[in-house]
């Protein structure tokens, strides 16, 4: 017949046979036993989730700081006076690369100036159409000098110059303007 009565045999009862001992780890119902291992299982997973989830928002945390103090060092580099060298030669080479793809300069390195106020240029010929930022590049060996403007990738005027020794001091800076009594086209 083979049916069961609390794990018990029924055959065996009605035959007068004393009932084997039942084996008490099968208590748990099947059911209730993978639920109880799953819930195990699944607490563990998101201990382990957790975990995994903790690394990650650290990781990207030490990311994000490492970023910042690099791009903190980078600013206080570019503002201290090392950094703002550097900057002005790239910029200065970036000029001549820009002008001399347009006219042939001089074998030399040039003082470049920037127009700063060209009213206080009028009455010089050679700044007659120069504009504030426009860039003058200036090469006292070849005594040639060059209005360049960068917003329309031109250059305004060349010419050659006449620098006198008191002047030449006056447009070695690369921020200063030209002096005009410095620079005088045509004068040799």
Known sequence: ?????????????????????????????????????????????????RVI???????????????AFIKWQEAEYLRSPEGIAETSKRENKELV???SGMINLPNEE???????????????????????????????????AFIYRQSENRIINSGPIALTADNAEATSDATSEPNAEAMQPGIQ
């Open 53 to 67: 989830i903790a690394i990650i928002v650290a990781l990207a945390f030490v990311g994000v700081c490492a970023f």
């Open 110 to 144: 040039p003082t470049i100036a920037t127009v700063e106020d060209k009213d206080k240029l009028k009455g010089n010929p050679f700044f007659e159409e120069a504009e504030n930022g426009d860039k003058v590049l200036i090469y006292p060996t070849a005594s040639k």
């Open 1 to 49: 017949m083979g049916n069961n009565l609390d794990g018990v045999k029924l055959d065996n009862i009605f035959r007068g046979e004393e009932p084997e001992p039942r084996d008490r780890s099968d208590d748990i119902e099947p059911a209730e036993h993978n639920k109880d291992q799953k819930s195990k299982k699944r607490r563990a997973g998101l201990g382990k989730k």
């Open 97 to 99: 690369t820009a002008v």
